[in-house]
């Protein structure tokens, strides 16, 4: 898998070894109102995926996951999107307090060869808080071209929700 780079223009993501298609990139970001370790430390943790989830479709952690991510760690996701499924992660990118990304693999193998999209979550300083940062990148997705009609809207409105939910959960523990 490429490594990303974090460079940004109007029309594109840098990737060692190409660039991205910007239609491919879907990124929301909201400024919460916490430290970025307070953010980070829900992020990391796999079993709190299911209350940031804005889109429904986190279920809960599969039994095993690690109480925090690292990079190359993996974790199990029991997910719903109109039927049941499992998906597999593994953390592709990981700077402690930072950045955190990984890559969903069906639990099943079937159809994992189509399957690269990536999930990233950025946070940087920012006046009175954090800058919190979800991208989905499809650039690496074989249906990508599908999935930017298809489901680019919807991700980014449930993306939105995402970052509200994290806010809320972040700023009510404080």
Same mark, same amino acid.
């Given at each position: ?76 996701? /029991?997910?719903? !999107? ?5 998906? +597999? &992660? ?7 307090? $930072?950045?955190? %990304? ?25 006046? /009175?808080?954090? !800058? ?5 990148? +499809? &650039? ?7 999935? $930017?009609?298809? %489901? ?23």
């Amino acid at each position: 898998m490429a490594a990303w780079l974090g460079a940004r223009s109007a029309d594109c993501v840098e990737y060692i070894g190409g660039v991205a298609n910007p239609r491919d990139i879907v990124s929301v970001e909201r400024v919460i109102h916490a430290p970025a370790a307070a953010i980070f430390d829900i992020i990391a943790d796999p079993s709190r995926h299911p209350e940031i989830d804005g889109s429904g479709s986190v279920i809960q952690a599969r039994p095993g996951v690690p109480a925090r991510l690292t990079r190359g760690a993996t974790f199990g996701m /029991d997910m719903k !999107r109109g039927v049941p499924y499992r998906m +597999i &992660s593994t953390v592709t990118e990981f700077d402690d307090g $930072r950045l955190i %990304a990984w890559a969903p693999k069906p639990a099943s193998g079937r159809g994992a060869r189509f399957v690269g999209r990536v999930w990233r979550y950025e946070l940087e300083p920012a006046d /009175d808080g954090t !800058r919190v940062r979800e991208t989905w990148d +499809i &650039s690496r997705e074989a249906l990508r071209f599908v999935l $930017r009609y298809v %489901a680019a809207s919807r991700t980014r409105q449930e993306m939105a929700k995402s970052l509200e939910r994290l806010d809320r959960l972040v700023t009510s523990a404080a």
